[in-house]
């Protein structure tokens, strides 16, 4: 037999092998196709996992950003602290000043009072003298905001004054109400700085 008979010979039986076994050849297409479809999923998986390390921070840095945001934060509020500390310290030093300059011209008053009293033998000037000198000190303390209660003849308030005593009066509209005032309360500002000490009737 010739060469070339053998080679298509060869040829036919393939071709009919082929025809003969359809099956498998779809069977080897399938494997063809699944090798070629895991080998991209794997391709698609390893760029996943180079894009979520690539993603992934560095904690290392974000750390050290953070802690350094912190201690600066820190670093500001402390010194905040200690200022206002010192300003408020500061103002407590110094908040009487005011006040203690405005009252100053009374005390002279009061000193040269005293000295004019070793010569005056007239009451009425006495009484004139400590009269002015109460007016002037009582101007200045409203002016800084000091305001006196005057409760006398108002119905007792347990609220802003105390009930040091009660005393019994014939007159019905009189009771409850405070006969007497033994030391005065003050409001600053509107604040209620001291309370009033009343005799009130029962």
């Known amino acids: ?8 010979e060869e040829q036919k039986n393939t071709v ?3 025809s003969e076994n359809p099956d498998e050849v779809t069977q080897n297409e399938q494997a063809d196709n699944e090798k070629q479809n895991n080998h991209q999923e794997n ?3 390893e760029n996943d996992t180079t894009e979520t390390i690539e993603k992934t921070p560095d904690y290392k840095t974000l750390y050290e950003t953070l802690n350094d ?3 600066r934060l820190y670093s500001e509020y402390d010194n905040y602290r200690k200022r206002t500390a010192r300003e408020k310290s500061e103002l407590i030093k110094t908040a009487g000043v005011d006040v203690i300059k405005s009252i100053l011209p009374v005390l002279d008053d009061f000193e040269r009072a005293i000295k004019a009293n070793e010569n005056i033998n007239d009451p009425q000037t006495l009484k004139e003298g ?3 000198i109460h007016s002037k000190l009582n101007n200045i303390m409203q002016a800084k905001g000091l305001k006196a209660m005057n409760l006398l003849d108002t119905e007792f308030n347990a609220d802003i004054s105390e009930a040091i005593a009660n005393l019994p009066s014939e007159d019905e509209t009189k009771k409850g109400k405070v006969l007497d005032v033994v030391e005065n309360g003050y409001y600053l500002n509107d604040v209620l700085i001291r309370y009033a000490k009343v005799v ?3």
Not at 1 to 8: A, G, L, R, S, V
Request: glycine fraction near 4%; proline fraction near 0%; aromatic fraction near 8%.
């Open 16 to 18: 009919n092998n082929e």
């Open 200 to 202: 009130v009737g029962a």
């Open 1 to 8: 037999m010739k060469k070339e008979d053998t080679i298509n």
């Open 130 to 132: 400590f009269t002015l």
């Open 69 to 71: 945001k912190y201690l």
């Open 43 to 45: 391709n698609h998986q």
